[in-house]
T-cell receptor
């Protein structure tokens, strides 16, 4: 069945460090891919999305490229800030259902 | 303001006592769904609805019921809660019948404890 596997955390980085959170997926057909972010005590918010192969989603300095050949959608940011501390979820949608990874907790220290 | 509203935010109950968690969205979305979030397991889908009077099971539907009598509301019902249903629950909605291009909008969650 369809599924998402993402890098386990927690991840701790210093401010201005480079961030990569790995995400790979298994899906039939041509899913849309998403990254969501969850701040403490809140629901998930859409961070970025890509709907077809080679699309690059970007928002707030975060980027992820839909790689069909490697079935991956890795999240990157060149210089993280303390305010980026949150839990990040990779997800895919194949029409009727959404599938989420287990989440990666990121802590950025000053 | 476009939003998904869940109530209550926190709920403590005892085994076997029926409860309902409400969910309402003001975006005229066709698609609504319920998830539970557990440590190490991420979000798992309980039920979803493509439109009024249309509901389907997700990956973990056992012990839950839903109804979709109106487009804006999608309550989650636990008729006989058990301790293994202690979790953080999220309602979400999207437009275009959950099509591939429509991201989910989430409520702020309901933390349920069953003793």
């Amino acid at each position: 069945g369809d599924s998402v596997t993402q890098m386990e955390g927690p991840v701790t980085l210093s401010e201005e460090a480079f961030l990569t959170i790995n995400c790979t997926y298994t899906a039939t057909g041509y899913p849309s891919l998403f990254w969501y972010v969850q701040y403490p005590g809140e629901g998930l918010q859409l961070l970025l999305k890509a709907t077809k192969a080679d699309d690059k989603g970007s928002n707030k300095g975060f980027e992820a490229t839909y790689r069909k050949e490697t079935t991956s959608f890795h999240l990157e940011k060149g210089s993280v800030q303390v305010s980026d501390s949150a839990v990040y979820f990779c997800a895919l949608n194949t029409g009727n259902q959404f599938y989420f990874g287990t989440g990666t907790s990121l802590t950025v220290i000053p | 303001e476009a939003q998904v509203t869940q109530n209550p935010r926190y709920l403590i109950t005892v085994t076997g006592k029926k409860l309902t968690v409400t969910c309402s969205q003001n975006m005229n979305h066709e698609y609504m769904s319920w998830y539970r979030q557990d440590p190490g397991l991420g979000l798992r889908q309980i039920y979803y609805s493509m439109n009024v009077e249309v509901t389907d099971k997700g990956d973990v539907p056992e012990g839950y019921k839903v109804s979709r009598k109106e487009k804006r509301n999608f309550p989650l019902i636990l008729e006989s809660p058990s301790p293994n249903q202690t979790s953080l629950y999220f309602c979400a909605s999207s437009s275009h019948r959950g099509s591939e291009n429509s991201p989910l909008h989430f409520g702020n969650g309901t933390r349920l404890t069953v003793t």
